[in-house]
């Protein structure tokens, strides 16, 4: 099962503050890439483990990026280290966690609905285009953050559902706003375990798995976990909007950027297929890439002497086209995300 696009609304209302604190966000992007450069140089690839080359192809915000010559993964030049994970995932006051939390339950709801209420539904109908009724799996989504997603499956009728994460106060907010203790804390040197350890049927890692230190290890773990039959995955892919990053210094990188230190490809995401015994059930390709160029765009004609009568027209020019636009991306697999889900190989 394959589906494409997604209505971009939502998106741009949700994430103004990307439109309107550009300078706030360069500065806190910043920071984190001043914690990542002293780390030290990555020497294997993220995604295939083989051996990166020594020449960057190219440098963005003071960091080098290197595509693999093997499964063509973009790798930042450094190695996600348990300095940099700590700094960046397990501090709650840091920037990470704060971009995830809300006011209220109205606000909780509402991203719950418009982001990913259609996530919990592809799941569903994937399951169900496989012959299998998701009311009678059970389902740990992994990295659960504040609980949209478990929110989510719970409200189309998803009984056994919980989720786990590090952040201590998104559990304690998730659960609040969700009203139920099903998010539940556990600590980034207990990654392994909780994944080796679940008697799911269905793990679920919606933007997580690149900001995993040990990807590959957790892969395994779920590929040598007799209980987990599926896993829904979202991740970024290496797509327009880095081209965009790379000539807009700028402009807030969206993107590639902090916990974001590599991208995958359809090669990349085919070549773990393959390692760890999946095959794909279904695929949505979609991406926010014109919504990064508008957003930089926007930007730039905030910066310069230009009457607001010029601006007001690029708004009306952009506003219809963004989303025709960005599904001819999404058709051709050049999104800047897709959403995966894949059944373990039996043999």
Same mark, same amino acid.
């Given at each position: 099962?394959?589906?494409?696009?997604?209505?971009?609304?939502?998106?741009?209302?949700?994430?103004?503050?990307?439109?309107?604190?550009?300078?706030?966000?360069?500065?806190?992007? !910043?920071?984190?890439?001043?914690? /990542?450069?002293?780390?030290?140089?990555?020497?294997?690839?993220?995604?295939?483990?083989?051996?990166?080359?020594?020449? =960057?192809?190219?440098?963005?915000?003071?960091?080098?990026?290197?595509?693999? @010559?093997?499964? +063509?993964?973009?790798?930042?030049?450094?190695? @996600?280290?348990?300095? /940099?994970? #700590?700094?960046?995932?397990?501090?709650?006051?840091?920037?990470?966690?704060?971009?995830?939390?809300?006011?209220?339950?109205?606000?909780?709801? /509402?991203?719950? *609905?418009?982001?990913?209420?259609?996530?919990?539904?592809?799941?569903?109908?994937?399951?169900?285009?496989?012959?299998?009724?998701?009311?009678?799996?059970?389902?740990?989504?992994? $990295?659960?953050?504040?609980?949209?997603?478990?929110? &989510?499956?719970?409200?189309?009728?998803?009984?056994?559902?919980?989720? +786990?994460?590090?952040?201590?106060?998104?559990?304690?907010?998730?659960?609040?706003?969700? $009203?139920?203790?099903?998010?539940?804390?556990?600590?980034?040197?207990?990654?392994? =375990?909780?994944?080796?350890?679940?008697?799911?049927?269905?793990? #679920?890692?919606?933007?997580?798995?690149?900001?995993?230190?040990?990807?590959?290890?957790?892969?395994?773990?779920? *590929?040598?976990?007799?209980?987990?039959?599926?896993?829904?995955?979202?991740?970024?892919?290496?797509?327009? #909007?880095? /081209?965009?990053?790379? %000539? *807009?210094?700028?402009?807030?990188? !969206?993107?590639?950027? $902090?916990?974001?230190?590599? %991208?995958?490809?359809?090669?990349?995401?085919?070549?773990?297929?393959?390692?760890?015994?999946?095959?794909?059930?279904?695929?949505?390709?979609?991406?926010?890439?014109?919504?990064?160029?508008? !957003?930089?765009?926007?930007?730039?004609?905030?910066?310069?002497? &230009?009457?607001?009568?010029?601006?007001? =027209?690029?708004?009306?020019?952009?506003?219809?086209?963004? @989303?025709?636009?960005?599904?001819?991306?999404?058709?051709?697999? !050049?999104? *800047?995300?897709?959403?995966?889900?894949?059944?373990?190989?039996?043999?």
């Amino acid at each position: 099962m394959k589906q494409y696009g997604k209505p971009s609304t939502a998106l741009i209302l949700q994430k103004t503050s990307f439109f309107e604190e550009n300078e706030l966000h360069i500065k806190k992007q !910043r920071q984190i890439s001043e914690i /990542y450069i002293k780390q030290p140089k990555r020497k294997t690839c993220k995604n295939c483990n083989k051996p990166l080359s020594d020449v =960057n192809d190219f440098e963005k915000d003071g960091i080098g990026y290197k595509i693999c @010559d093997t499964c +063509t993964h973009l790798n930042g030049a450094y190695e @996600d280290t348990d300095k /940099y994970c #700590s700094l960046i995932y397990g501090n709650d006051e840091k920037v990470y966690a704060a971009n995830y939390k809300v006011d209220d339950v109205e606000a909780f709801n /509402y991203r719950v *609905s418009s982001i990913y209420h259609p996530k919990a539904e592809f799941l569903y109908t994937s399951l169900l285009s496989h012959n299998v009724n998701p009311n009678h799996l059970s389902y740990l989504d992994f $990295g659960s953050g504040t609980g949209y997603f478990v929110s &989510a499956l719970k409200k189309i009728g998803i009984k056994n559902v919980t989720g +786990t994460e590090v952040s201590e106060s998104q559990v304690r907010l998730g659960n609040k706003m969700i $009203g139920e203790e099903l998010l539940f804390k556990h600590e980034l040197i207990d990654t392994l =375990n909780v994944i080796s350890e679940t008697k799911t049927d269905v793990i #679920s890692m919606i933007g997580v798995l690149e900001h995993l230190q040990e990807s590959r290890s957790v892969l395994k773990c779920i *590929s040598e976990n007799t209980n987990i039959k599926y896993l829904m995955i979202s991740v970024p892919l290496f797509s327009l #909007s880095v /081209y965009l990053e790379i %000539l *807009s210094p700028n402009i807030f990188h !969206r993107h590639l950027h $902090g916990g974001h230190t590599h %991208l995958y490809t359809e090669q990349s995401i085919n070549y773990l297929c393959n390692e760890f015994k999946m095959e794909k059930v279904s695929e949505w390709w979609f991406g926010a890439d014109m919504v990064d160029l508008y !957003r930089s765009i926007y930007v730039k004609l905030e910066g310069i002497e &230009a009457s607001d009568k010029l601006k007001k =027209n690029f708004g009306e020019m952009m506003k219809d086209i963004i @989303d025709p636009i960005q599904l001819e991306l999404d058709k051709k697999n !050049r999104s *800047s995300e897709v959403h995966l889900l894949f059944k373990k190989r039996t043999s």
